[in-house]
């Protein structure tokens, strides 16, 4: 597989991510060792969904496959469940395209 | 990946008359509008194995750009090489004239009838008329045998629906490292479903061959986009689907860059319009098309793609007509759920395998369906066919994409 699995339990799939995609369905309180440090999940985080390895202010980019995803919307602590509750799309909005196809959307 | 690195591997198909492969020997039943779509299906029903129904939901009078597009597929799902004869039913009173299709894809050198609805006088005769024109196809279709072929006169169609988030993670790589292969040996490989690479566009025009594809891959994304706009829809409600986002995919980016991993690595040499003809032995080329999978599949059959690989994380049972479609999921659930749907288990990489090992066994799989071997949407008798309808209002706004 193209990225790094953590604990055979998720996945990390560039090393730059904040994000990582849960591979079965987490239980709240399930710790993961990621560059030295603890992450604990502050709530259950179902299969093929992903938390956050770091805290994230609104406004921050979210990257995942060491790509732009979308912006946090809401502070995001490290090991909270990351979807469409707290990060949105930069893409694609009615009066708020991205437009800027040359690349500028990626970032990376 | 070093150029080359997969040869050719041999099927037998069956050669056309225009040079091209077929990997299935089939008559199809084509209507050119809607109200003919009842009696194809009939006929097809009642002359059985062989003959194929492509029933469809297209008006009779359609705008100009609607049907010069409507057209365009009519004309390449009967050029398709699984096709060796075609029968077009019109009502008699369409914009379309069935004769035209007819000699188009007569002209590629395989037998080709019309049958006008009201001239057979009504249903009852119709349906009559249509079986044994049908019969009289499939005898002809009969003398077809197959014969050596390889990679290289392979067009395989990528295409992704019900996607979860392993489809990015695990099952579009493994399509990805088979679209490769494919490419290396000399073949075709099509990825299409434009409003899926929005925010991944830029992977994409870095791979592009020169700047005319670069420019034209990017037009087509932007007019994707500005869909959006027109339509006064927020693609945060629709894109990712409510079904995608229950799968855990949150934004449209997320679901693109996974969506793109279908077309693997090699250059990207051509953007093809939607339905029109895709090059034998052309790398790996774009075709632009909605994100609806069933009109984007059935635009790269048009196109002439004689195999589909379909990737799916929450589970589909989708077909074609007239190409075998290749089912490969990357979740393990799904595939012990829908094993009866499933041609290849992608949820093996989570386990530990390899992408590169289940990508061998899909272009593996692709060949021995390509010389016959039945996918599991072709042993069920799924079959669906839809062509993307260009609404006047976005021909007006945005322009004439055909």
């Known amino acids: 597989m193209k990225g790094e699995t953590i604990d055979d339990a998720a996945i990390r799939m560039a090393p730059e991510d904040n994000v990582v995609t849960a591979l079965e369905d987490l239980p709240a309180g399930r710790t993961f060792d990621v560059d030295g440090e603890t992450v604990t999940l502050a709530e259950p985080v179902e299969f093929g969904h992903k938390f956050a390895l770091v805290s994230l202010e609104p406004g921050d980019t979210v990257r995942k496959y060491g790509e732009a995803v979308g912006t946090a919307t809401e502070p995001v602590a490290a090991g909270e469940w990351v979807h469409t509750h707290n990060v949105v799309s930069r893409r694609g909005q009615p009066g708020d395209r991205g437009g800027d196809s040359d690349g500028a959307e990626g970032e990376a | ?402």
């Open chain 2, 1 to 402: 990946m070093s150029e080359s690195a997969t040869d050719p591997r041999e099927f037998r198909g069956y050669r056309r008359a225009d040079g091209r492969v077929g990997v299935r020997n089939y008559v199809a039943v084509v209507p050119v509008s809607v109200t003919a779509s009842a009696i194809a299906k009939a006929v097809a029903a009642e002359a059985g194995t062989g003959v194929r129904a492509l029933p469809h939901q297209m008006p009779l009078s359609p705008n100009g750009a609607a049907r010069t597009q409507i057209e365009t597929v009519l004309e390449g799902v009967g050029a398709n090489p699984n096709v060796a004869g075609a029968l077009y039913v019109a009502l008699g009173t369409e914009d379309i004239a069935a004769e035209e299709l007819a000699d188009a894809v007569a002209a590629t050198g395989k037998p080709v009838e019309t049958l006008a609805i009201r001239e057979a006088g009504g249903t009852e005769g119709a349906v009559e008329r249509g079986v044994d024109l049908a019969e009289s196809l499939r005898e002809t279709a009969s003398e077809a045998r197959r014969e050596t072929a390889d990679t290289s006169e392979l067009v395989v169609a990528m295409e992704c629906g019900g996607s979860d988030a392993t489809s990015g993670l695990v099952a579009n790589p493994v399509v990805g490292d088979a679209c490769d292969r494919i490419v290396e040996a000399g073949g075709t490989g099509v990825i299409s479903e434009t409003p899926e690479f929005i925010g991944a566009e830029h992977i994409l025009a870095e791979r592009c061959v020169d700047d005319a594809v670069r420019e034209k891959l990017l037009a087509r994304v932007d007019r994707r986009e500005r869909m959006a706009d027109l339509m006064g829809v927020d693609f945060r409600g629709a894109q990712p689907s409510p079904g995608n986002q229950a799968g855990g995919l949150t934004t449209i980016e997320e679901k693109s860059l996974g969506a793109i991993a279908k077309g693997g690595t090699t250059p990207l040499r051509d953007v093809i319009t939607y339905g029109n003809r895709l090059p034998v032995g052309g790398g790996f080329v774009v075709m632009d098309s909605p994100g609806y999978d069933v009109e984007s599949v059935s635009g790269k059959v048009a196109g002439g793609a004689q195999v589909v690989v379909f990737t799916t994380g929450r589970g589909s049972t989708t077909g074609n007509p007239i190409a075998p479609v290749i089912k490969v999921t990357g979740n393990p659930k799904t595939y012990e759920r829908m094993h009866e749907n499933m041609d290849v288990d992608a949820s093996r990489v989570l386990e530990g395998e390899s992408v590169r090992s289940v990508g061998g066994t899909l272009f593996d799989r692709i060949h021995d369906v390509a010389d016959g071997t039945l996918t599991a949407a072709e042993r069920h008798g799924m079959a669906e066919f839809a062509i993307n309808d260009l609404p006047a209002n976005e021909v007006a706004t945005l322009g004439d994409p055909t």
